[in-house]
T-cell receptor, first 116, second 113 residues
Framework: EPEVTQTPSHQVTQMGQEVILRCVPISNHLYFYWYRQILGQKVEFLVSFYNNEISEKSEIFDDQFSVERPDGSNFTLKIRSTKLEDSAMYFC????WGGGRRDTQYFGPGTRLTVL | GENVEQHPSTLSVQEGDSAVIKCTYSDSASNYFPWYKQELGKGPQLIIDIRSNVGEKKDQRIAVTLNKTAKHFSLHITETQPEDSAVYFCAATGTDSWGKLQFGAGTQVVVTP
C-alpha cells in the first residue's frame, strides 16, 4: 500500500541553525501539507501546497519557514533559523485532491525535531 | 476560524466494551470530518471519515455519526480490543480551506484485557 515517507526520523540541531525536513508524498497525489505537533498538544496545520505554490498557510508559518518541491517526488520544509519553540514532531501529508473537494489526507510517520 | 473541541481526554475501557469519543466544531461551513488513530511514535492514520451530506458511516467495529445542527460528531468503537489502544484525533475542514485540517486535542484510549 502506498505511503508517505519522511526523513530523517529524528533531527537534533542547535538554535539558529537551518534544518530541512524531507517528505516523499504518495506518487499520484497532487496536494501536500505540513503539520506539527508539540509534545502533548494538538496537531497544528502549517501549510498546504499545490501546483508548486502555497495554497494556504497558518500564522505559525512565518518568514522562517519555506516549502519546496525540488523534483517530482520530494517535498521539503525548511526552517531558516531554528528556535527552541520549533521543537516538535513535524508531519507531512498528501492527498489526491484538495481545495474545494475535501479528500483524505495521508500522513507520514513524522520527523522529531529537537532544537537545543 | 474553525475550532474543534474533543472529549474525553482519556478513556479507559474493558476489552469487549464500547468506546465513544465526541467532538464539537464551531464553523457551520465545515463539511469534512476525519478521525485519525495515532500509535506511539507513528503518524496519524485515518480510520474513518464522514462528509456533511451523510449522518452516519460504519466500517466494521468503527462508526461515526454527525449532527450538523448541533455541530458535533462522534466516534464509536464496539467490541474493543487491546490493539485499539492509541490516541484518537478528530478533525474538521471546510469549503473555504485548501484542505487545512483543524484537529481536536486527542483522546488517549486504553483498552484493558
Amino acid at each position: 500500500e502506498p505511503e508517505v515517507t519522511q526523513t530523517p526520523s529524528h533531527q537534533v540541531t542547535q538554535m539558529g541553525q537551518e534544518v530541512i525536513l524531507r517528505c516523499v508524498p504518495i506518487s499520484n497525489h497532487l496536494y501536500f501539507y505540513w503539520y506539527r505537533q508539540i509534545l502533548g498538544q494538538k496537531v497544528e496545520f502549517l501549510v498546504s501546497f499545490y501546483n508548486n505554490e502555497i495554497s494556504e498557510k497558518s500564522e505559525i508559518f512565518d518568514d522562517q519557514f519555506s516549502v519546496e518541491r525540488p523534483d517530482g517526488s520530494n517535498f521539503t520544509l525548511k526552517i531558516r533559523s531554528t528556535k527552541l519553540e520549533d521543537s516538535a514532531m513535524y508531519f507531512c501529508a498528501s492527498s489526491e485532491w484538495g481545495g474545494g473537494r475535501r479528500d483524505t489526507q495521508y500522513f507520514g510517520p513524522g520527523t522529531r525535531l529537537t532544537v537545543l | 476560524g474553525e475550532n474543534v473541541e474533543q472529549h474525553p481526554s482519556t478513556l479507559s475501557v474493558q476489552e469487549g466494551d464500547s468506546a465513544v469519543i465526541k467532538c464539537t466544531y464551531s464553523d457551520s461551513a465545515s463539511n469534512y470530518f476525519p478521525w485519525y488513530k495515532q500509535e506511539l511514535g507513528k503518524g496519524p492514520q485515518l480510520i474513518i471519515d464522514i462528509r456533511s451530506n451523510v449522518g452516519e458511516k460504519k466500517d466494521q467495529r468503527i462508526a461515526v455519526t454527525l449532527n450538523k445542527t448541533a455541530k458535533h460528531f462522534s466516534l464509536h468503537i464496539t467490541e474493543t480490543q487491546p490493539e485499539d489502544s492509541a490516541v484518537y484525533f478528530c478533525a474538521a475542514t471546510g469549503t473555504d480551506s485548501w484542505g487545512k485540517l483543524q484537529f481536536g486535542a486527542g483522546t488517549q484510549v486504553v483498552v484493558t484485557p
